[in-house]
């Protein structure tokens, strides 16, 4: 039997790392390009005019820095529901073959998930309407059989026990699969078990307002990868003592989730808190012109996210350093790991297995405990279970590591079929029950 250093929590860990892990306050510059094209020449001498949907201020969420224009509008438009839209009048269907209708806007964006609130609660005084955040509302059908019948399952000592458990709870009864165009509600998506950001926004909102929580669906933008940007439906629920807080049952679900009950990442530009709106008005001095739309949105990083870089940086570093099993070097990295995000449940569980790699079990142990209390997600409740076995492994407790290597798999841990090739398991090598299990589980996949 052949191994080599190979630990699965590590994996994870480099996700979250490289998912841009940022700070609290982002600058970002995002342009939002309009082309519109009119291939029949015979419309040339006809105007038309056009206003769409612009990022704005919005407390404690992003602030506006800087506009510019490639063509200045009209106008700006703010609507009663506080959307803001760039108006452009009677321009020459000729000239927007030439010029597309851009904005160049630098905003600072904030992450607001309810860890950053408990810290520094940010409350906007003039957005406390809560009422209309209660109502039932087409595709949020709070009356609906299947909606009211699992509300009731949803309980909890107060409104984030409640607000937590209706979170996993959308994340456990839906699958993801995405619908395009298609508007199916949160009734619909329960009953299938499968939606996109729309449905889990959906399921959540309505769950959260059927248990008497103020929630509401916000529309926007997410920094995808380094270089795109995607439309994207996200969830705010208000809490008293906090103000509208932002959660992603979407990008929790899964088993590379970047985002918790209580984190996210600082990577959504918001647009408006209204599902039906029209994005875009078109408005042209004769009907018929066969014109044709495309937005194009991109973005970049003003500030070079130093601190994320040099996050991303460690973690990296302290990857190499765990493969080739210099765990003194290893620790170190660790530690200025937690130093930067002292309640990472996965940087403490890794922390606790490098201890045990250094045969320093009490401290291992400690780390490991300490990790428990930061679980806040599926993913790292079973990542942590599978560092426990790691951790009995290197003590050569062999009955401890199999139980809690058991207990991962039933929490969805499915790397069991690496472990063979895993250094942390030499010791447990003629340990014939944990080799039959892993044989069952390679052969009968959970």
């Known amino acids: 039997m052949k191994f080599k250093s190979t630990f699965h929590l590590i994996v994870l860990m480099l996700c ?18 309009l082309e519109v094209r009119c291939p029949t020449i015979a419309f040339n001498t006809n105007v038309c005019s056009f206003n769409y949907l612009v990022p704005a201020d919005r407390r404690g969420k992003q602030s506006i820095v800087s506009y510019s224009y490639s063509l200045k509008p009209n106008q700006v438009i703010k609507t009663a529901t506080n959307e803001f839209y760039l108006s452009w009048k009677n321009i020459g269907v000729a000239d927007l073959n030439k010029n597309d209708l ?3 806007i630098k905003i600072k964006i904030f992450m607001y998930d309810l860890n950053t609130a408990k810290k520094n609660p940010i409350i906007d005084k003039e957005d406390l309407d809560t009422l209309n955040y209660l109502k039932e509302e087409e595709n949020l059908r709070i009356s609906a059989k299947n909606i ?11 409104r984030e026990e409640i607000a937590k458990n209706i979170f996993n709870y959308v994340d456990e009864h839906l699958d993801y699969k995405i619908f395009f165009d298609q508007d199916r509600g949160a009734k619909k998506a329960l009953k299938s078990g499968l939606g996109d950001c729309t449905e889990y926004s959906e399921l959540m909102v309505t769950l959260c307002r059927a248990k008497k929580i103020p929630a509401r669906i916000v529309m926007g933008l997410v920094i995808y990868t380094a270089d795109t940007l995607e439309r994207h439906n996200w969830v705010e629920v208000f809490f008293p003592q ?12 899964g088993p590379n989730a970047n985002t918790t009950f209580y984190k996210m990442l600082n990577n959504y530009i918001q647009l408006s808190y209204r599902r039906f709106f029209s994005e875009l008005t078109v408005k042209c001095n004769v009907d018929g012109i066969p014109l ?45 790991l937690i130093k930067s995000d002292p309640e990472n449940a996965l ?20 780390a490991l405990i300490t990790a428990e209390k930061f679980i806040s997600s599926k ?14 492994a290197l003590k050569n407790d062999s009955e401890k590591s199999l139980e809690s ?16 090739s895993d250094s942390d398991f030499t010791k447990l090598k003629d340990y014939k029950p944990l080799w039959d299990y892993l044989k069952t589980l390679n052969e009968n996949p959970k």
Do not use: C, H
């Not at 979250?16 to 390009?33: A, D, E, P, Y």
């Open 148 to 158: 009211q019948e699992a509300a009731k399952t949803l309980k909890g000592n107060d």
């Open 347 to 366: 940087t403490w569980s890794l922390k606790g297995v490098v201890l045990a790699r250094l045969n320093n079990f009490e401290k291992g142990l400690e």
């Open 242 to 253: 906090y103000g509208w807080v932002a959660f992603d049952p979407t990008w929790a679900d």
């Open 379 to 392: 993913v790292e409740e079973y990542s942590i279970m599978f560092a426990y076995s790691n951790f009995y």
């Open 102 to 104: 851009a904005a160049t």
């Open 292 to 336: 044709t739309y495309k937005y194009i949105d991109t973005y970049k990083d003003e500030l070079g996210n130093i601190k994320a870089n040099k996050t991303t940086k460690l973690g990296n570093e302290m990857y190499t350093a765990y493969s080739n099993l210099e765990n003194e070097k290893a620790l170190k990295l660790i530690d200025s």
């Open 16 to 33: 979250i790392f490289n998912s841009n892990f940022l700070l609290s306050q982002r600058l970002v510059t995002l342009t939002r390009k």
């Open 405 to 420: 290597l058991k207990i991962a798999v039933e929490l969805g841990f499915k790397k069991y079929d690496k472990i063979e």
